[in-house]
């Protein structure tokens, strides 16, 4: 029924935005592309999560083969889907062990993309400048003609716009030294900026909230992991109501809103351990599955190497996720509730899941959650400023809310749970 509706929409804004310079395919060829392509993003998934890395890059060739050839073709989506199959190609760099080169075919993905919308805006005269509204109204018709296009909703339809108007404003940005990070990695990690569009990152959403935005992650079916602090103020006033998770990624884009909130009854001014809290969803965000937590943290050593992925507001404005890769644990704190370690975060990646990188990406799992970064006032603003034994960060173990979550996903948890995670 959805699908109906969408696509005559999709079109006229189509017709509105190209002049006869540009050549749209029909939707019945597009709905072949879109299914082809889908099907090889799954097996490059697949792939990934095996490690199967020749596997990965002879898919990944496909998918470009795939891809409607020809001068001036616009196919409703080419340019969005070309920059996934380079985003596909970054993470597998990333988990190969080559952190500098997913740097670089990440920020060529994104020269890339605005190279193509400089194209956009060449071609379409009859207006003179590119609308973003257009994009938006393309990606709704890739998803209307994907094969879950039967349970896309009316709500999904009317967020759709405005999810992907965030992205491609921040894309805009590319020129920002800012937006890819600092220009060479530290020695305990790297960090960049992605578009999630396959494993752990993209269970990862932006928390908005009535006081600005945090990060959260799925931990469970209608489950989702935060901080404490992004949903109640230092006075104990409540600050979620109304707030919204946005999976603002270039699969499947999906809006979510709370239904009630599970936290900690510490004080999370005084220990950070008690800086956790478990979002109940009005529904779960369509083509995801969920991470897996970890019961107990204490055995894990100091040095351990974990990585954290969150709308971290130092880079981009928070516009886009950003991921510390590589950085380590300290102290070996995780028995007593509490994670210290050398990730650079900001704010905004308050609730970003700290990950365990050597379960990426068969089985990502949950090791805490990422909750305040240690810093002091320069004179060019804030600066970071580790501890002695190197750490920047800290955040709640997994072990202060995992039989919590043990709780909820009882409540929560459908019978045919995996008819219901088709990503995974």
Not at 4 to 11: D, E, K, M, Q
Not at 19 to 33: G, M, N
Not at 96 to 102: L, R
Request: charge should be negative; charged fraction near 20%; aromatic fraction near 8%.
């Amino acid at each position: 029924m959805m699908k109906s509706r969408i696509i005559p929409i999709l079109l006229v804004l189509l017709a509105s935005a190209c002049t006869k310079e540009l050549r749209v395919l029909e939707v019945d060829q597009h709905e072949v592309i879109k299914s082809t392509l889908e099907a090889k993003f799954d097996g490059i998934d697949t792939a990934l999560i095996e490690r199967d890395y020749d596997t990965v890059d002879q898919l990944i060739a496909s998918a470009r083969n795939s891809l409607p050839s020809g001068e001036n073709y616009y196919t409703g989506s080419y340019y969005v889907d070309s920059m996934k199959i380079d985003l596909f190609s970054a993470w597998s760099l990333l988990l190969q062990g080559y952190p500098i080169k997913a740097r670089e075919m990440y920020l060529n993905a994104f020269n890339q993309f605005q190279e193509d919308e400089a194209e956009m805006v060449r071609l379409n005269k009859s207006t003179g400048e590119y609308n973003t509204q257009v994009m938006g109204a393309l990606l709704q018709l890739q998803a209307a003609t994907s094969s879950g296009s039967s349970i896309l909703n009316s709500v999904y339809f009317e967020l759709g716009n405005k999810l992907i108007d965030t992205s491609i404003e921040g894309l805009k940005n590319i020129n920002s030294p800012e937006l890819m990070g600092q220009k060479r990695p530290e020695h305990d990690g790297v960090r960049l900026v992605v578009v999630p569009t396959t494993n752990a990152l993209f269970h990862v959403a932006k928390f908005k909230n009535q006081s600005g935005w945090c990060t959260a992650s799925l931990v469970g079916y209608r489950l989702a992991l935060t901080n404490k602090h992004c949903v109640e103020n230092e006075q104990g006033n409540d600050v979620w109501q109304e707030g919204v998770l946005l999976f603002d990624s270039l699969r499947h884009p999906d809006s979510v809103n709370i239904k009630e909130v599970v936290r900690s009854k510490g004080d999370y001014t005084k220990e950070t351990k008690h800086d956790w809290a478990i979002l109940v969803l009005d529904r779960h965000p369509y083509g995801r599955g969920y991470l897996d937590v970890m019961p107990e943290t204490s055995q894990l050593d100091s040095g351990t190497k974990i990585a954290i992925g969150g709308y971290s507001g130092d880079l981009n404005q928070g516009q886009l996720m950003s991921l510390d890769w590589g950085c380590e644990l300290r102290k070996g704190q995780g028995i007593m509730g509490q994670h210290d370690y050398t990730c650079v975060t900001w704010g905004g990646s308050s609730g970003s899941p700290i990950l365990l990188m050597s379960s990426i990406p068969q089985n990502p799992t949950v090791i805490g959650v990422n909750a305040a970064g240690y810093r002091v006032q320069s004179g060019a603003g804030y600066s970071r400023t580790p501890l002695d034994d190197g750490s920047k960060a800290l955040g709640a173990s997994s072990s202060m809310f995992y039989d919590a979550l043990v709780r909820l996903r009882k409540l929560t948890e459908p019978e045919h749970l995996t008819e219901l995670r088709p990503s995974e």
